[in-house]
């Protein structure tokens, strides 16, 4: 059955995973973020900045599933065989998954930090190295995605 | 009246915006070191002036001090009201209000004086649609929960007009009202404390002026920490009954609190409510925080209040610090 899809429709589906799994945790997490740092600015403006830092960061997996699906799109060939699909495929997953879980926790990690940043504007900094821990993993997960994609091409 | 549908379950990041504006208005809220800085001002116009500096409102030289505190706690309300989907889940806090309205309905009609003015206005329900209906005698216009004890209170107001009785029964029905919601709502932890709390105070009451079994059958209301049957069983008895079968349940620490004094007591009511709502600190999602604050707010306008009617009475700094609430903040 494999076959007569061929490599090439699921290395597209590899790359259409990539970006819409992780896409799908930051906008949701970026809209999580995004309602708790509307609710400091309305009693206190002036913290726009600080909240506004702890908003991207549930932002940067969607940007990394664009990266890995754009690479394994630049990798695509018409003539590809099915493994080598299937390896751009498997590739595109550990961004894919890991994106998405890692951007809705760390939407919580940075929800979370709006309330620090609305009663101790002081200890910001601390709120955001605390939602910045969460992007190790998702981090991790590109680099892995990256290192697949040379292997399969 | 037409019954609400409370209760739809909701994810605990719906509550993220109201969180955080919860959280950015707990700025405001005193502090213990603003509190005792209010204990040791000069007089009562010193406290007032201390309070208007702090966004409590101004200060126009009034000694009505109630008006101004309910006003400034309607603040918190109007907030709250702001920010979540459905106020309604907050029912459970508000309806001794509804009750209290339906109480001055009541002897309003019967004693037949205008009791305009003197309803509360934070409620649950419509207070014109309730003191229409009970006007009307139409009971059963009113809210489900309110229907049969307000015939039954107006019974006992118009055949023995015993105001304690005909009290006693709206108090019960509430209660177990506060019981349902807090149940519905799963707030059942902070509810229970509540109605465990009451019925202490009306079982130890209820001793203390030899009231009868019928009485006390009216006015306890059941809970899950406390037999009702033993509450009266013991308060026939007398005071210090009572205070045996409590030393047996999670509430002996009351034990204690009522032998010093009632203020104590009513002192340790408020801060186990406040116990229970105080790891909302540290919740950064769900309806918590904000039942928290509300309960804050509630604790220190009840603080504030003290500290004015002490000064206002003369009562020396070590009083006052005896009778203030435990803080959230």
């Not at chain 2, 229907?147 to 107006?154: D, M, N, Q, T, V």
Request: net charge negative; charged share 25%; hydrophobic share 45%.
């Amino acid at each position: 059955m494999l076959q007569s899809i061929g490599g090439l429709t699921i290395a597209i589906f590899g790359a259409a995973f990539a970006a819409i799994l992780s896409g799908m945790g930051s906008s949701k997490g970026v809209g999580i973020v995004g309602q708790a740092a509307a609710g400091v600015i309305t009693e206190d403006p002036s913290k726009f900045g600080k909240v506004l830092i702890l908003q991207i960061l549930p932002g940067t997996q969607g940007l990394y599933g664009f990266l890995a699906a754009f690479l394994i799109m630049n990798n695509m060939s018409p003539d590809m065989t099915v493994m080598q699909g299937l390896g751009y495929f498997a590739a595109g997953l550990p961004i894919a998954v890991t994106g998405f879980y890692s951007a809705l926790w760390q939407a919580r990690v940075a929800a979370s930090g709006c309330s620090v940043v609305a009663k101790n504007p002081d200890q910001s900094g601390k709120a955001i190295i605390f939602a910045a821990m969460v992007e190790t993993y998702a981090v991790l997960a590109l680099l892995i995605t990256i290192l697949l994609i040379g292997k399969v091409a | 009246m037409k019954k609400r549908n409370v209760f739809k379950r909701k994810r605990d990041i719906d509550y993220t915006y109201a969180v955080a504006r919860v959280r950015a208005n707990e700025h405001s809220l005193l502090t213990a070191q603003d509190v005792e800085q209010l204990i040791l001002a000069e007089d009562y116009n010193a406290v007032m002036r201390r309070l208007s500096d702090a966004g409590w409102g101004e200060f126009d030289g009034t000694t009505d001090y109630a008006s101004y505190l309910e006003n400034y706690f309607a603040k918190t309300w109007d907030l709250l009201n702001e920010i979540m989907d459905d106020i309604h889940e907050l029912d459970f806090l508000l309806i001794k209000n509804d009750a209290q309205n339906l109480k001055g309905a009541l002897k309003g009609i019967v004693s037949q004086h205008d009791t305009e003015g003197l309803y509360s206005k934070s409620t649950v329900y419509d207070t014109k649609a309730i003191v229409a209906a009970v006007e009307e005698r139409e009971f059963d216009e009113l809210p489900e929960f309110m229907i049969e004890p307000a015939k039954e209170a107006y019974e006992v107001l118009t055949s023995t007009a015993n105001g304690q009785l005909a009290d006693a029964i709206i108090d019960k029905a509430t209660l177990e009202e506060i019981s349902k919601l807090g149940k519905a709502a799963k707030n059942s932890k902070l509810t229970e404390r509540m109605v465990a709390t009451a019925n202490i105070k009306a079982a130890v009451r209820c001793a203390k002026t030899n009231k009868t079994r019928e009485f006390m059958e009216r006015s306890l209301s059941e809970c899950d920490t406390l037999s009702k049957e033993k509450l009266i069983e013991t308060a026939l008895e007398g005071p210090e009954a009572v205070l045996t079968y409590l030393e047996s349940t999670n509430y002996k620490e009351a034990v204690e609190k009522i032998k010093e004094s009632t203020s104590a007591f009513e002192k340790w009511c408020d801060d186990i409510l406040m116990e229970c709502v105080m790891e909302a600190k540290y919740t950064a999602f769900g309806i918590a925080p904000l039942i928290a604050y509300y309960i804050a707010r509630d604790a220190e306008i009840k603080t504030v209040r003290i500290i004015l009617s002490a000064k206002i009475n003369n009562l020396s700094t070590d009083l006052i610090r005896e009778r203030v609430r435990t803080l959230y903040v």
